[in-house]
């Protein structure tokens, strides 16, 4: 399933119209309507967090996992302790990790910089 199908599936489920949804997420209607339909396929972060919460689900699922996998459990502490280290990787390690990841990973990934972005310039 695609993003754009888990959207409209979650939002049926929890009972909402596109119109409901649009006015209870401060997202139009039209915009909405095109998640769905996949014709927008960078959703800011914020929003699909949002949608989600709206929606009594969580971003992973939105996103098209079951559950998060063992291997990811305390994901979020060990992201923290690579943040406090005092040296980054060069752009070119980065850049080089990031070209080796699938399309869905990509899209993850950019959704996260999405979301890092609007919240260092707000």
């Known amino acids: 399933m695609f993003l754009g199908?888990?959207?409209k599936d979650a939002r049926k489920r929890s009972?909402?119209?596109l119109e409901k949804a649009a006015?209870?997420?401060h997202i139009h209607k039209t915009t909405l309507h095109r998640y769905e339909k996949g014709e927008i396929h960078n959703i800011p972060l914020n929003k699909l967090?949002?949608?989600?919460?709206?929606?009594?689900t969580s971003l992973c699922l939105l996103l098209g996992f079951s559950e998060p996998?063992?291997?990811l459990r305390g994901f979020s502490a060990r992201i923290l302790a690579?943040?406090?280290?005092?040296?980054l990787p060069s752009e070119d390690k980065v850049l080089?990790?990031?070209r080796r990841l699938d399309n869905h990973s990509k899209h993850l990934i950019n959704l996260m910089m999405d979301l890092e972005y609007v919240h260092r310039n707000t």
């Open 96 to 98: 080089t990790k990031y």
């Open 5 to 7: 199908d888990n959207l």
């Open 49 to 56: 967090l949002h949608l989600a919460s709206i929606y009594g």
């Open 23 to 25: 006015q209870l997420t």
């Open 15 to 17: 009972g909402y119209t």
């Open 82 to 87: 690579y943040a406090e280290r005092s040296y």
């Open 69 to 71: 996998e063992p291997a």
